[in-house]
């Protein structure tokens, strides 16, 4: 799971009310990227991830 409320924490990251804007986007996919290329998925734990 990764929060949005975090990662989303400009008002230019949103195009209204509920829907990410170009940055937005751009910041929750450099998230998912960057939680698939850290995270070691062969440990079978799940891992709580803070920046």
Not at 13 to 24: C, K, L, R, T, Y
Request: aromatic letters at 6%; glycine letters at 8%; proline letters at 2%.
């Amino acid at each position: 799971m990764i929060d949005l409320r975090i990662i989303c924490d400009e008002d230019a990251d949103f195009a209204n009310a509920i829907e990410p804007s170009e940055q937005g986007g751009g910041k929750i996919a450099a998230a998912i990227v960057s939680f698939l290329t850290k995270h070691e998925f062969r440990s079978g734990r799940a891992e709580l991830i803070v920046r």
